[in-house]
């Protein structure tokens, strides 16, 4: 949404997100008069356009909420349905639109503020599910941050497939996949290669869909970790892996953050790993050097010749 039009509040903000992550993104007649001021605003910003018409509505006359077929009616002057106490009954036609919503205008307000290239649009990886943004620039880092869009990663059937295509594109560098999902709900989500940031966390403002890029590349960049109990807390940009809790050790070569990005990914899995698919080097103790070795020594070992950690 570019700043020319119009502007949304909030409501409006919240209520998308809520759209995406629906079955099928749309948004009924019915279901906008229960907030008319946000859906009215989504309209006027292009966001949700016009898609089809209910076959069915509730009644107005009765007083249930039992749907209700729809016909032609001369008398009615327009769509009705017939009910046994007052016959024919108009239904007006703004009850009947289904609006979807523009995913292409979506995805613009979101990468509105980040640097990507402007000739490259957003294209799909998974129908209606996942999309490939670009690459972007955040803060002072040296290359661009590969970007992903994905709703509703609450749904298993979503994560295996989100997972599986980022399996089948897999990227040297840290990817981020945006989602319209809640935080509360991406707990235990995990991407092969990428750090899920919820949209709501990294909005520039309430009011807006667009990404603050300070606050992206501040969350990219990791805080402290949590006091959750895990075993190993590595963070989004994987520079630094915290053990049990203890000091975090610092990784800085692109080959150190792959390779602890893979082993720790393994834990997670239950699975240990040949020293092929770690590192060029045959041994990880020249990968990592000396000084960082010894601190992760205590907690890696080889297991008939795959190597893991043992916590």
Known sequence: MSEGQPPLDAEAVDLLLEILELRE??????????GPRAAALLKAAGLLVPHDHEAVSASLADHEDTPVSLIWSE????????SPAVGPVAVPRERLVRHRVDIDAVLN?????????????AFPLVDGLLWELGDVRLGRRPAR?????????GDPAVRRQVADAARARPH????????????????????????????????DAPERLAVSPDILDARLRGAPADEDGRPLVLSPDGRQLRIHGHPPIA?????????I??????????????IGELTDHGSLARLFGGKRWAL??????AVNHLWGFEL
Do not use: C, M
């Open 172 to 203: 040297n560098r840290l990817r981020v996949v945006l989602t319209s999902t809640r935080p509360a709900r991406l707990t235990d989500v995990t991407i092969p290669g990428a750090v899920v940031v919820a949209l709501r966390d990294v909005l």
């Open 75 to 82: 008398a009615a002057g327009g769509v009705a349905y017939f």
């Open 109 to 121: 307000a979101v990468a509105e503020k980040l640097d990507r290239p402007s000739s490259r649009p």
């Open 296 to 301: 992760l020594r205590p907690h890696i070992n």
């Open 25 to 34: 993104p749309l948004l009924s007649g019915a279901a906008a008069e229960l």
């Open 261 to 274: 990005r893979k082993l720790v990914e393994a834990f997670h899995r239950g699975e240990r790993l040949p």
């Open 145 to 153: 941050v590969p970007l992903w869009f994905a709703r509703r990663l």
């Open 251 to 259: 990784f800085k070569s692109d080959a150190q953050i792959a390779a």
